[in-house]
């Protein structure tokens, strides 16, 4: 399970090195393969494949012709690109999410439990102060904790 924010960096080559606790959980999975991709273009997912194929399982149980299904389909494929992992922890972000998202130097790595998100760190940080937890935002929180307790 994915968890906690980790600064890293994008090199001039579009590539971001996964931040070391984040490697561990991938060595230990044996994972070295993923599907990055995005459902608005302002951020990236970083999807081990095997928990990206799950996704697909769900969705293959949906019609194509669902509205929703669709755009999803639409966008994570428009944004979405198949990459491995080279020998120095390394992940290729598709150039075109790197574009629309500003993906290109600091970035914030988000553990996301099943995959892991990356945002350009001054934006982040930027809609972080308009984005507070209201008293709605908690109650909704209080209910959902105590459907499951």
Do not use: C
């Not at 968890?3 to 230990?28: C, I, S, T, W, Y």
């Not at 194929?53 to 690109?81: C, H, I, P, W």
Request: net charge neutral.
């Amino acid at each position: 399970m994915f968890r906690g924010n980790h600064p890293a960096k994008v090199d001039e080559k579009g590539r971001l090195k996964l931040p070391a606790a984040f490697k561990q959980l991938m060595d230990a999975a044996n994972v070295t393969q993923f599907y990055v991709t995005s459902v608005d273009g302002k951020s990236a997912e970083i999807w081990p494949l095997p928990e990206w194929e799950k996704r697909e399982a769900q969705l293959a149980d949906s019609s194509t012709m669902d509205d929703a299904v669709r755009k999803y389909l639409n966008l994570t494929s428009y944004f979405g690109q198949q990459v491995e992992m080279d020998s120095q922890a390394r992940i290729l972000l598709p150039q075109i999410l790197r574009g629309t998202a500003k993906l290109d130097a600091e970035v914030t790595v988000f553990g996301m439990r099943t995959y892991l998100e990356v945002h350009n760190r001054e934006v982040f940080e930027k809609n972080l102060q308009s984005n507070e937890l209201t008293a709605e935002d908690r109650r909704a929180m209080a209910a959902i904790l105590s459907r499951r307790s």
